[in-house]
């Protein structure tokens, strides 16, 4: 097993585990393309062109994790650290399968993210959700809850800003997010 595929060990377990069989990983370049259908399947995330999935995962898979079942991608989230925010993760996307949805699957992706080594520093967690998006508000306000902090929503991209329709942008931020000694 090179150190990529490697299970993804957990700073803290606050998380109940209702699916012991999931394994968490560090995403490559080749799970791009398995996002980008992974994506296209779910019907309810927006796609981005599968270049971006790739991309994403090359330059930061330290900061990208997969979720497998038996071999098969039950679940996903790209995110990286803002150059100008050290002290910041910022979710680009999560992805849950419908199998698995509503076990907890999205937490431990975000709890499993916060462990990585890439994010020893990060004390908050960002990501921009539309209105429309109650799945990943009720997401981040959830970690906010599990990590006992808080989550404030915040103006970020209004849809005036996009150049074809699409719903204004509210920045998720949590935190700060402090981790016991390990």
Known sequence: ???SAKPIQQKEANVPDQNADIIYRAATATDGGEMWKFVEAAGVLEQNPSYAYILLCQHFGDTCLVAERD??????????IPPRQPDTIFVWQVGVSK???GKGVGLRLLRHLMALPACRNVHYLEASVTPSNKPSQNLFRAFAKRSNTECRKL??????FFPEPHESEHLYRVGPIEWPEA
Not at 71 to 79: E, K, P, R, S, Y
Not at 155 to 160: G, I, L, M, R
């Open 71 to 80: 071999g098969q991608m039950v679940g996903f989230v790209l995110a990286y």
């Open 155 to 160: 103006p970020f991209f209004p849809s005036e």
């Open 1 to 3: 097993m090179n150190d």
């Open 99 to 101: 199998k698995v949805r």
